[in-house]
């Protein structure tokens, strides 16, 4: 179910999984300024009511730069400062690699398939 639809990405509601998918094919400086402020609006309205689950589906993004990988980064700490939890799925083999460069990858949490990471919400519930 669609909950929010912007310029940049789509929202919707999995169960108690948001899961944000970008429309755009870039995260880059040149459409910085107006991603950003959508997805750090959508984090105020979601992490409102306490700790969330938040899914980000790359599979549209086909390049990204040191602004979109700060954009990123900011906003995965952000939900984890707000006892939340953000995944990343569906990267493309190029942003992946851009992810690795940067040393990023260690401190994202990673899924191959938006599947998979909704599913590993549900694993993690099931061991606390």
């Given at each position: ?121 549900s694993d993690t519930a099931a061991h606390t």
């Open positions: 179910m669609t909950v929010v639809s912007n310029r940049s990405f789509y929202v919707e509601q999995v169960n108690d999984v948001t899961v944000v998918c970008f429309t755009v094919s870039a995260l880059v400086e040149a459409n910085y300024e107006f991603v950003s402020d959508e997805l750090f609006d959508l984090v105020e309205q979601v992490t409102s009511s306490g700790p969330v689950q938040v899914v980000v589906d790359l599979g549209s993004i086909r390049n990204i730069d040191d602004w979109g990988l700060a954009m990123l980064r900011a906003f995965h700490e952000t939900i984890e400062n707000h006892a939340g939890m953000a995944i990343l799925c569906r990267i493309t083999h190029r942003v992946m690699q851009i992810i690795i460069q940067s040393g990023l990858n260690k401190g994202f949490h990673l899924c191959d398939t938006r599947r998979e990471a909704v599913w590993s919400f």
